[in-house]
């Protein structure tokens, strides 16, 4: 036996166990150099080339179209992690498995879907994947006529990509809430994610969720006190208090809510979270025009980003103009149809149509407001002043009767005060009964 094959031994014997050791770890071996794969990012997530189940090789443009747009879409929402488009069509046509894409990619999230044109209809599936389970989180279909097939590309795009951003918050949410040590951007998921549940849970559950919610930020602060989205969602939950009243009176809401919301804006330009918070309530505390700047500044850097529609809807309907807070409320409904926010949507609509003077309209967006889940005291108070205004006397009590169980403070002053004051709904109060102060 030569003394090479002697040294040689050991050497593959310690090699071996050097492998064995790593591969438990989890760690591979490159260019041999031990290294420890990079854990995959918050809200990182594949688009894979949508499928054409037309039987028409001519319609493939449309199916790219969607899954390239998409992309980029994805790409705006913060703190996400999209893998481009190039590497993402090398699986096109391929049968793939989410779970071994996920490890190739490094990505927490697979989406996938199909596009089926027949005739004058489009039918678009999309489902949304965890990668590490395989397990399927979401899906939704849209079938839509076909007029203008890029104009539709665009508006399927667009009301995936909302509806994504919201889910794969809720998901991160999740995976965050079962760590032993959360980091700050698990946390502020976390408390967005309380955000999005609070929206559509009866009054009496409200504040509970929102102090809640302020709690989880308050620790992903203390971990990283220039966290963007923890600071505009702390902001939020101050902006429900004064939106709301529950609020100590001694609470300086220019620095809770503006000031957060401003340094949230100053540490991260594109965080359109902040420019939300900002613009509602500079847009109910009667500034509209600075509301409505701060809501066109948000949405001129993502342009389908649906929260920045509200303080837009606001500032119009503070400023008298109707026909566009109806039309963006509209088309924010159009946008994001199963939107959290769809009854606060459906709210504005309904103010608008009252000062258009379609009153049965505005009944009918009020009750939807309601069916949707948002039921606060100014939907209520808005029905009854409509309700008022129609003469019909027995329905406005009811209404404002409502109105007042949910907000004990309400009186005409506390309404122009904490409120836009729409000149036809505090008429409409008065005439229901709701005292001056």
């Known amino acids: 036996m030569s003394k090479r094959r002697l040294v040689s031994a050991p050497l593959a014997a310690a090699f071996a166990a050097l492998v064995l050791l790593a591969a438990a770890g989890g760690w591979m071996l490159l260019g041999g150099h031990l290294t420890k794969p990079a854990q995959a990012a918050h809200l990182s997530v594949v688009v894979l080339p949508f499928a054409n189940l037309s039987g028409d090789p001519s319609q493939d443009y449309f199916a790219d179209g969607v899954t390239e747009n998409l992309t980029t879409e994805l790409s705006r929402i913060e703190d996400s992690f999209v893998i481009a488009r190039n590497t993402a069509f090398t699986y096109k046509g391929k049968s793939v498995d989410a779970k071994e894409i996920g490890k190739e990619l490094g990505v927490r999230y697979v989406l996938e879907g199909s596009v089926q044109r027949d005739q004058n209809r489009v039918r678009v599936n999309a489902q949304l994947i965890d990668a590490e389970t395989g397990a399927h989180l979401w899906a939704d279909r849209f079938d839509e006529d076909v007029a203008d097939l890029f104009k539709l590309q665009d508006q399927v795009v667009a009301r995936l990509a909302s509806a994504l951003g919201y889910e794969l918050v809720a998901a991160e949410a999740k995976k965050g809430a079962r760590h032993a040590n959360p980091d ?68 300086d809401y220019e620095a809770e809510v503006l000031g957060q919301a401003d340094k949230a804006i100053a540490l991260a330009p594109d965080n359109l979270r902040a420019y939300y918070v900002k613009g509602a309530y500079l847009s109910i505390s009667h500034r509209p025009r600075e509301g409505l700047a701060t809501a066109e500044a948000g949405l001129a850097i993502n342009p389908n980003f649906v929260m920045l529609f509200l303080p837009r809807i606001e500032a119009e309907l503070a400023l008298g103009r109707f026909d566009q807070a109806n039309a963006n409320a509209q088309r924010a409904i159009r946008l994001s149809p199963h939107d959290p926010f769809l009854g606060v949507f459906h709210h504005t609509a309904g103010l608008a149509e009252l000062e258009l003077g379609h009153t049965d309209a505005a009944v009918d967006q009020f009750g939807q407001a309601i069916d949707s889940g948002y039921r606060v005291y100014t939907v209520y108070g808005d029905l009854a002043a409509v309700y008022a205004t129609l003469g019909k006397t027995d329905e406005a009590k009811v209404a404002l009767a409502e109105a007042r169980r949910l907000n004990p403070k309400l009186t005409v002053k506390w309404w122009r005060d904490h409120l836009l004051g729409i000149p036809a709904v505090v008429d409409g109060l008065r005439k229901a009964g709701l005292p001056e102060e």
Request: avoid cysteine; proline fraction near 4%; glycine fraction near 8%.
């Open 184 to 251: 700050a951007v698990d946390l502020s998921m976390q408390g967005w994610s309380v955000i999005w549940r609070e929206l559509r849970q009866p009054m009496k559950d409200k504040r509970a969720s929102l102090y809640e919610a302020r709690a989880l930020f308050d620790r992903a602060l203390r971990i990283d006190p220039n966290d963007a989205d923890a600071l505009s969602g702390k902001a939020l939950t101050y902006y429900a208090d004064y939106f709301y009243g529950w609020g100590d009176p001694g609470t």
